[in-house]
């Protein structure tokens, strides 16, 4: 059986929550479908549950079908998602939520027409407001650091208390802590875990312990 999604408030009615998933949520590039799966088996093995597969390359949907039907263990998403269409071509094969740069209202209503729990992107706080008014509190804060980064996001947090991120985009081992020590952060993204060269020789079991050491790195921050 595969695992359920947790939802967003006490509601049995409100929609499942992405960032109540995993404190980290691996963000994976797959050029070659083959490879989804034991990626996938390493990232759950390490702790890492919740996978965001881009929708940048043609193996993306494939590898989005592979997950679902081979690693019951794995909340497989879809990412880089920016179009109607990829919303509906990610559901069919099996993502079970979906995360965007950012947003428009013809993405916004079919990816709130999906079903399926969905993650906008914003950078600024005008973009945060648009979205409240809109009925949707959490969101993705992209490019993270690029875009202010941890100090930023607590700045936010004044005004803007009600909203909650997903920070992703130039996340590392090393900044992750701080992003999720913040009181409006509910998870980050990111492919630390996943360097080219460990993907590119298959070496799962690297995967593995760097997946492991991530999901090692969030308990740390919230006991702290
Ligand atoms: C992305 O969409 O590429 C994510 O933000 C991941 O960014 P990263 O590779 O900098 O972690």
Excluded: H
Excluded at 15 to 44: C, F, K, M, Q, Y
Excluded at 167 to 178: H, K, N, R, V
């Amino acid at each position: 059986m595969s695992s359920p999604l947790p939802s967003s408030s006490s509601s049995p009615s409100s929609p499942p929550s992405v960032l109540g998933l995993a404190p980290v949520v691996p963000v994976v590039v797959v050029e070659d479908a083959a490879d989804a799966v034991p990626l996938a088996r390493a990232l759950v093995a390490g702790g890492l549950p919740a996978i965001e597969v881009t929708l940048r390359t043609p193996a993306a949907l494939d590898a989005i079908r592979a997950i679902a039907g081979e690693v019951p263990d794995a909340v497989v998403g879809a990412g880089t998602v920016i179009t109607p269409g990829q919303v509906d071509e990610a559901v069919d094969a099996g993502a079970r939520f979906l995360v965007s740069p950012g947003w428009t209202d013809v993405l916004l209503g079919a990816m709130r027409a999906s079903g399926v729990p969905f993650l906008p992107g914003v950078s600024t706080a005008s973009e945060v407001v648009a979205l409240l008014e809109r009925g949707v509190r959490e969101m993705k804060f992209f490019p993270a650091r690029a875009a202010g980064g941890t100090a930023y996001l607590r700045a936010l947090a004044g005004p803007l208390p009600q909203a909650r991120f997903c920070p992703t985009g130039g996340i590392g081992a090393d900044s992750a802590p701080d992003y999720l020590a913040l009181p409006n952060v509910g998870c980050v993204g990111g492919s630390w875990m996943l360097p080219a060269d460990a993907v590119a020789a298959r070496d799962w079991g690297r995967i593995e312990r760097l997946a492991r050491e991530a999901a090692g790195l969030s308990a740390g921050a919230r006991c702290r």
